[in-house]
């Protein structure tokens, strides 16, 4: 064996030490891994049989919707009427500036223009009320549904 194929055959050996090397890591990661994911599952016998959490869902998208129950809502001596008693409790929550606006821009489908313009404000200044707006609405009627 010359010297160029003696260190050939180094070289072939320690590459293969090296890929071993790398997929035993590899195996230790993938192996950590799936302990970890295990911890966190829940195994569906323990939710069924402990928790009585039940494994269907019903979707409502069409059924017709009851309008039986209806909760009036006023702004600028005008009441509409929500379905939903948390969004009126919600909206009732706002001051009475922001319930106005939010009034014009979803129930009276003007634009943050003319709302700026009936206001005195700019458009961007009525953009960003609205905004905010939904932001407390959604928060406040995360707040209702845990009550």
Request: charged share 25%; with cysteine.
């Amino acid at each position: 064996m010359t010297e160029y194929e003696a260190y050939q055959e180094h070289i072939r050996y320690t590459h293969d030490t090296y890929c071993r090397i790398v997929i035993r890591h590899a195996s230790f990661d993938a192996a950590r891994m799936l302990a970890a994911r295990w911890k966190r599952e829940i195994s569906l016998e323990y939710l069924t049989e402990e928790k009585f959490v039940p494994l269907s869902t019903t979707d409502e998208y069409f059924q017709v919707p009851d309008y039986g129950e209806t909760y009036p809502f006023s702004v600028r001596g005008q009441t509409i009427f929500l379905d939903s008693c948390s969004l009126a409790a919600a909206l009732a929550g706002l001051p009475e500036q922001t319930q106005e606006e939010i009034f014009l821009y979803y129930f009276q489908h003007l634009t943050q223009k003319e709302i700026g313009e009936q206001c005195g404000w700019t458009r961007s200044t009525i953009g960003r009320h609205i905004q905010l707006a939904l932001k407390r609405l959604k928060e406040e009627m995360e707040v209702l549904s845990y009550e």
